[in-house]
């Protein structure tokens, strides 16, 4: 395998910006910006647009997507949010144990909805907390939490916070044993990582696609299996019926819907301006490939590992470090708000989370801004 080389040349970022969060906001392709350009002019003219393209781009999208995820086309659907994503999939879950679980600081459109569901079910959320446990003790008692009690786990595959990884895979395995349904938030991953979500036993998948699938704002994009193809959407959008594509023949009012996971998809699902934009990063995620993006990420990560360390910077145990997004565990006389200050001053951008200094490298990066974070972190930590 050839070693990706950066990849900043096909981005306008600011020669004189370090930005290290790609976990925050993706930055924009070249190539997407043309891609909006020209929709943009093609809005002047609507007469263009003819039924097709109603759909097309729409399936284009869920193709590039399973292509990077592992599954078929039609068993992805697209959103506006990951928020509608689970509600989407916890509407199509019913409760025969009376237990959800997910974990300690899940991001908030996972545990609301998961909250939501537990409540019209009467059910319970038995949160999984951390605390002061290791990486591998944590995801112990995740897997000892799934019983035949429990209905659904909903989590991340990485830590949105700190980066922590989890067994997902492991997970899946014990939520088929106890026949509890796995949603996964694959935000912080899918684009970044190798992901099957057959192999690792995930039901329900859902990413934002404005982080590493260098989409826009107000789009999402999820996989459900085949157990979700008969359920219920939340909304009956007129472009999800099997014969939308006949502009004629819609108010037949046809009952059935596209085949596999299209029932799910919001209505006007074919945003005119901001579906180009996720197609051409979907599109450029394939052609790197993500083993390569992780290898890339990998040397960087390795880099300022070798740096740091000798400062009294600690990382996530390797096993459970992922080297696109992970947290620095700094000297506990360190205030985290300070260093972000500081980083922000000489223009090196970061994420504080809770008290966590959030680090998310990508191919757009080069050992250059990661020298710009050493040298400031040993500034600050002598």
């Known amino acids: ?36 350009l020209d929709s943009l002019e093609k809005e002047r003219n609507p007469y263009h647009y003819k039924p097709n393209d109603f759909f097309e781009i729409t399936a284009n999208i869920c193709k590039s997507f399973s292509q990077i995820i592992g599954c078929r086309a039609q068993n992805t659907a697209l959103f506006p949010s990951t928020s509608y994503g689970f509600a989407s999939a916890l509407n199509n879950i019913k409760s025969h144990g009376g237990k959800a679980i997910t974990i300690e600081n899940e991001f908030p459109s996972g545990y609301f909805a998961l909250e939501k569901w537990a409540i019209s079910n009467k059910a319970e959320i038995l949160v999984i907390e951390r605390g002061d446990k290791t990486a591998q003790n944590w995801n112990n008692h995740i897997l000892d939490s799934i019983d035949d009690s429990t209905d659904v786990v909903l989590l991340s595959i990485i830590h949105w916070m700190n980066g922590t990884k989890l067994n997902i895979k492991e997970i899946g395995e014990k939520c088929r044993k106890h026949n509890a349904k796995l949603i996964a938030d694959g935000t912080q991953i899918v684009g970044a990582a190798p992901i099957n979500v057959k ?36 909304e009956e959008s007129w472009m999800n019926r099997s014969n939308a594509m006949n502009f004629s023949s819609i108010t037949d009012y046809d009952t ?7 029932r799910y998809n919001v209505g006007q699902t074919s945003n005119f301006m901001l579906s180009p934009i996720l197609l051409e990063g979907l599109n450029q995620i394939n052609q790197w490939g993500t083993s390569n993006i992780q290898a890339y990420c990998q040397m960087l990560a390795n880099y300022l590992k070798e740096s740091l360390n000798p400062m009294g910077v600690e990382f996530e145990d390797e096993n459970y470090f992922y080297p696109h997004l992970f947290s620095l565990k700094l000297p506990n006389d360190i205030n985290p708000e300070t260093v972000k200050i500081q980083l922000e001053n000489k223009n090196i951008y ?33």
């Open 350 to 382: 970061v994420s504080l989370r809770g008290s966590y200094v959030r680090v998310s490298i990508n191919v757009f990066n080069q050992k250059e801004n990661l020298d710009a974070l050493i040298n400031c972190c040993h500034q600050l930590l002598g």
């Open 256 to 262: 059935n819907y596209k085949p596999g996971s299209a």
């Open 199 to 234: 192999e690792l036993n995930i039901d329900v998948l859902i990413c934002a696609a404005y982080k590493w699938l260098f989409g826009p704002y107000s789009m999402a994009i999820g996989y459900f299996s085949e157990d979700f193809h008969d359920g219920n959407p939340i």
């Open 1 to 36: 395998m050839n070693m990706l080389k950066c990849q900043k040349h096909l981005f306008q970022l600011n020669n004189d910006i370090h930005y290290l969060n790609c976990a925050y906001k993706a930055p924009l392709l070249k190539s997407a910006e043309k891609a909006l």
